[in-house]
């Protein structure tokens, strides 16, 4: 039996280049070279789609721009090891999401720093909901204030006094209401919560050993390798264990697991669900567009290009989106750009590599074979069904499900 690599990309958003960079472009690499020797399995992940809200009626859209996406990339349909599917036609990945779900700790499950990000991004906003009320009253405050002159009354006094106790009262009244209800204030779903689950069951179904996915994902996956064993020791030997994230990286040829950055904030990833457009490059730029992006990314002033994530991120970020996209070893790009003063020109020759990239890659999107798609689709959805399938009788064999 061959190995089996998997990787799915969530249908919600537009993808950004980091999607690109991170989760389709070792695969591909990945399929390139080593045509025959591996299973590769590409799927959308559509019920993870809705873990964060959406507009639904662009879902089905948001799925086949995906399986255009990898299309384009230049995943091979043509190779009989390559698998493309949506995940919410294979049920088997609902049914064993519940078993495992219930192996695993609600403890374990908290600590997932992707789920707190998001919810703690909720907080935020209602923090700054209730900053903005209180600051409403500001003027008003400072009017009332300057309406007291030197020869003041104690009657005027108070009046003013009731009438701002008055003011914040109202506004103490609306953020009582605010924080009352407590799914304002952190409205992240279960699916959120529960997602790394539904993850592990996308890898164990298929026995998947290769998952190469970006670093924001190595914890997830470390769970399903926890979530798994457990599930081994107990019951004997139902799920094939995925490597460790230290073996994933070396697999894809990477030293270190991958985090393309915001272009505003460097010391963040570039997110799709960031909504400030200057700050990611999204497939669909138009390539001039994106070239000013590049050139307006923020670095920093220390002056001299070193490839130093800690000190230099927007810089680093550069070097290395300039090195997967041109096909170089960073070593080379680092011998080329370090220790130069013109952080301008090396804006340029990123800016160039992705204006380039894009324009080939959006040729590649809008000539896909939709036809010829759709049938790899429903294909691979038979033949990954059965696979699926056998896993899940497995797994409600070792619990007690099935005789
Ligand atoms: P998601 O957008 O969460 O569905 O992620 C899909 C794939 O893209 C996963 O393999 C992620 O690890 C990868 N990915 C997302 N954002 C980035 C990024 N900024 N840098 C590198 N990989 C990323």
Redesign the pocket.
Known sequence: MKDVIL?G??ANDEL?L??Y???ILPIIEIQRKYSQQYQINMFV?DL?SFTTPIDHSKLQDSIINNLKVYTAAGLNLDDDNTFIYRQSYIPAHSELTWILDCFTGVGEMSRMTQFKDKSKSNFEKIQNEVIKKIDSNKTKVRNLNESIDENYSIKQLKKVFNTISELYIEKYDEIIELLKDRSNFNNASVGLFNYPVLMAADILLYNAKWIP?????FQHLEITRDIAERFNKKFGPIFTIPKKTSEQVKFINRDKG????SLTNPDK????SNQNPKSKILLTDDPKQAYKKIMSATTDSIGQINYDWQNQPGITNLMTILSLLSNQDIEQVKQTWVGQTQYGELKKAVAKAVADFLTDFQTKYNAVDKAKLQAKLEQSEQAMNKIAKETLLRAQQAVGLRP
């Open positions: 990787t990309l969530r950004t980091g999607n960079l991170g989760g992940p993870h996915v970006g670093e924001d994902q991958l985090r393309i950055r990833k570039m997110s799709k």
